[in-house]
């Protein structure tokens, strides 16, 4: 059949969060796919961004692992059967467990696999005998998570983008660039919401593509507070402790809702004790911001109709990244902005399945729902259906996994992950898993992670395989593939349906992932109403209880999905970063993602479109700090932490503040990752990403043409 007599197939974009369809065209040889728009789209509506248009660029990559490959005695990687493979896996999963126990082995769940397939993984480490699983969110958004469900009932975002950009005037966005890394959301929903009237109030060290895409910079409808890395906590205790001065002094002027509060809220008093002795000026004065400027985007929140929150991972990636999301959260519980279009505190996810894969249960503490597996009755009756006991004590999260590993961690299963890229202070987790006794990597490329790997096994690509993904406002959408490019790969969940059947025999064997899916919907509650024909290619919202729901575009109209059905409110105090700049690491390094590039960079940097817009990473040097070091624009320079080095471009620009440095973890040549901090959050164990000590060093040679291998593919 000819390309012109073949329908192009209707997906959803591997990138971002936002959940974009687009249609990939089959050609007439395997690979020859193109990309194509989807121009009534559900979400947004034919437009797409540089990444989606370039998606297909890599789906038929010459470096596409494309036979199974295991490590001889040499060290060496050589070509396999899928058979001897499999054997491979199962004989050394069973060791390890017979061995050591089934928690001396970890799983890595991706966000870039679908619903399905993180469902079968999460299954089969329980099915093994422990919760050691684990997704990228942990990287990204796991304080947000912990913190929304703790205090409102779900890990997400709590109103839909099309209801924000209908009903909200005010746009409190707070660690998050969604000009940058959302640009579809930024342009399709963000903006309109602008062009209407809305107001934007952007919190974030780093001037950046979000506020300059409304173009209202210059009007009164705009405030970027530029505040120190980690100073979160203190701003949004001087905006929150502006509200309670106005009300005790205006009691009648509504800055609190005082009667969403009283019938809606708890803990109100504890947040006014922690405020009490509460130094404003101080506190702007740490912050960077001038207090006046703060004050006036508390008003703005404040006496807004409709507010809405938004928060990225310059909230959630710190070590105090709950309590960060935390003070979010008091914020828009005082002044009654849940439970209604327009409203709520919105995380806007990285990946275009970090919110599935959560929602299915590929996390160490939760099974499918975001049922605990420490609950008796929550986990006995997903045990009806599985047919088998799972363990009841949470297990290890990824970081914890890795800095296990060669410790009482002996094994890792890791599907469409890079921790050698991802996870900070790299270097140590490359050294950690060298030192593992098995590791398999099931992928589309030859990962950094790949290299320790004892088995390599060869995915197919999301433009080959159907399933679901579900984007940042919790809609879950159908993807559907092309069919495969090379033969002797496999889709993700056919190699965790064969390893899991040769492993127990029952409780595998599925056909196809719409079989995974009416499983799936047996033990999680908010998909239980979800089926392949209702979600066509609308989608549905989640919480989706029965069939026939249409899903909630926002959530807590009535109630909120605590024990008590009250939103929690709880005063936080300001907990500095780990590292602090000194006399020897006199700069603060933080990092963000880019428009053109993504993660790890295993895709993108593989995209020729992406690498002619930024070929190799570079840093952000404010003008002061540049004549401090005799730092020329385009210089390359090297940047050390505590625990690396990278050497990279220097860009010299007020975007950044005077003593803190801005980089990217996309390029492995030159990988912020090297040099960020471990240092976890004691509650959701997240990574803090976002501040670290750093110092700079000039005269140094550049790396060539390109930082990054692939960049020249």
């Known amino acids: 059949m000819s390309s012109d007599q073949q329908e192009p197939v209707k997906t959803i974009c591997p990138y971002c969060g936002v959940g974009c369809g687009i249609k990939v065209q089959p050609g007439d040889e395997p690979g020859d796919v193109q990309f194509m728009p989807w121009g009534d789209a559900p979400v947004n509506e034919g437009r797409i961004c540089i990444k989606g248009g370039a998606a297909t660029e890599v789906v038929d990559h010459e470096d596409r692992l494309t036979d199974p490959l295991i490590r001889d005695d040499d060290g060496d990687l050589r070509e396999a059967s899928w058979d001897?493979?499999?054997?491979?896996?199962?004989?050394?999963?069973?060791?390890?467990?017979?061995?050591?126990?089934?928690?001396?082995?970890?799983?890595?769940?991706?966000?870039?696999?679908?619903?399905?397939?993180?469902?079968?993984?999460?299954?089969?480490?329980?099915?093994?005998?422990?919760?050691n699983v684990?997704?990228?969110?942990?990287?990204?958004?796991?304080?947000?998570?912990?913190?929304?469900?703790?205090?409102?009932?779900?890990?997400?975002?709590?109103?839909?983008?099309?209801?924000?950009?209908?009903?909200?005037?005010?746009f409190w966005i707070q660690g998050a660039n969604p000009g940058e890394q959302?640009?579809?959301?930024?342009?399709?929903?963000?903006?309109?919401?602008?062009?209407?009237?809305?107001?934007?109030?952007?919190?974030?060290?780093?001037?950046?593509?979000?506020?300059?895409?409304?173009?209202?910079?210059?009007?009164?409808?705009?405030?970027?507070?530029?505040?120190?890395?980690?100073?979160?906590?203190?701003?949004?205790?001087?905006?929150?402790?502006?509200?309670?001065?106005?009300?005790?002094?205006?009691?009648?002027?509504?800055?609190?809702?005082?009667?969403?509060?009283?019938?809606?809220?708890?803990?109100?008093?504890?947040?006014?004790?922690?405020?009490?002795?509460?130094?404003?000026?101080?506190?702007?004065?740490?912050?960077?911001?001038?207090?006046?400027?703060?004050?006036?985007?508390?008003?703005?929140y404040a006496t807004a109709d409709n507010a809405a929150i938004f928060t990225g991972m310059g909230m959630s990636q710190h070590a105090c990244g709950v309590d960060n999301v935390q003070n979010e959260i008091n914020l828009a519980l005082i002044t009654g902005n849940l439970g209604r279009p327009g409203t709520g505190v919105n995380p806007l996810r990285g990946q275009n399945n970090v919110q599935g894969t959560c929602d299915v249960g590929a996390m160490p503490n939760v099974l499918p729902g975001y049922q605990l597996v420490d609950d008796d009755e929550a986990r006995e009756s997903v045990e009806d259906v599985w047919g088998f006991e799972i363990p009841d004590e949470p297990g290890l999260t990824n970081v914890e996994i890795s800095y296990e590993a060669g410790d009482s961690i002996k094994g890792l299963y890791v599907m469409g992950e890079n921790p050698v890229m991802s996870e900070p202070d790299a270097n140590s987790v490359a050294e950690r898993l060298a030192d593992l006794e098995f590791m398999v990597v099931q992928d589309i490329f030859p990962t950094e992670t790949a290299e320790y790997a004892d088995v390599i096994l060869p995915a197919t690509t999301w433009a080959e395989r159907g399933g679901t993904v579900t984007n940042t406002d919790r809609r879950v959408q159908r993807m559907r593939g092309v069919g495969k490019v090379h033969e002797n790969t496999n889709h993700d969940r056919e190699i965790l349906t064969e390893v899991g059947t040769r492993l127990f025999e029952e409780g595998f064997d599925f056909e196809n992932p719409e079989e995974i899916f009416e499983e799936l919907r047996q033990v999680c509650p908010s998909y239980h109403g979800m089926t392949y024909d209702l979600l066509g290619e609308e989608g549905l919202h989640w919480p989706c209880y029965e069939p026939g729901d249409e899903g909630d575009p926002f959530l807590y109209e009535d109630e909120f999905e605590t024990e008590s059905g009250r939103g929690h409110i709880e005063g936080v105090e300001h907990t500095p970063p780990a590292e602090t700049p000194d006399d020897e690491y006199p700069l603060i390094l933080t990092t963000a993602r880019l428009e053109e590039h993504y993660n790890t960079g295993t895709m993108s940097t593989r995209s020729p479109t992406l690498n002619r817009q930024t070929p190799e990473n570079f840093v952000d040097v404010h003008p002061a700090d540049a004549e401090r070091y005799g730092i020329e624009d385009g210089e390359y320079v090297k940047l050390h932490s505590r625990r690396g080095e990278i050497t990279?471009?220097?860009?010299?620009?007020?975007?950044?503040?005077?003593?803190?440095?801005?980089?990217?973890?996309?390029?492995?040549?030159?990988?912020?990752?090297?040099?960020?901090?471990?240092?976890?959050?004691?509650?959701?164990?997240?990574?803090?990403?976002?501040?670290?000590?750093?110092?700079?060093?000039?005269?140094?040679?550049?790396?060539?043409?390109t930082a990054d291998p692939a960049a020249d593919d």
């Open 648 to 705: 990279l471009e220097a860009h010299v620009t007020e975007d950044t503040k005077e003593g803190v440095v801005w980089t990217t973890p996309h390029f492995a040549a030159a990988s912020a990752n090297k040099l960020t901090n471990h240092v976890l959050d004691e509650r959701a164990k997240i990574p803090e990403y976002k501040a670290a000590a750093a110092e700079i060093e000039v005269d140094v040679e550049p790396l060539g043409e």
């Open 84 to 131: 001897e493979a499999y054997e491979y896996i199962v004989d050394e999963l069973e060791r390890i467990r017979d061995e050591h126990g089934p928690d001396a082995m970890g799983f890595f769940g991706s966000s870039k696999t679908m619903n399905e397939e993180n469902y079968l993984l999460q299954k089969l480490a329980r099915r093994y005998g422990t919760n």
């Open 134 to 170: 684990d997704n990228c969110t942990r990287m990204c958004h796991a304080s947000t998570v912990w913190a929304l469900r703790t205090s409102l009932g779900a890990g997400a975002m709590t109103n839909s983008m099309r209801d924000l950009r209908e009903e909200a005037d005010v």
């Open 182 to 300: 959302h640009p579809i959301a930024n342009s399709q929903y963000f903006r309109q919401a602008v062009l209407d009237g809305a107001t934007v109030i952007q919190v974030d060290p780093h001037a950046n593509k979000t506020t300059r895409s409304f173009q209202i910079d210059d009007t009164d409808r705009h405030q970027h507070l530029q505040l120190n890395p980690g100073t979160d906590i203190p701003l949004l205790n001087i905006v929150l402790k502006t509200i309670l001065e106005h009300h005790a002094e205006h009691p009648d002027d509504g800055w609190i809702d005082e009667e969403f509060v009283e019938e809606r809220t708890e803990g109100f008093d504890h947040l006014k004790e922690t405020l009490e002795d509460f130094d404003k000026e101080a506190a702007a004065e740490e912050c960077g911001v001038p207090l006046e400027d703060i004050e006036l985007a508390a008003e703005k």
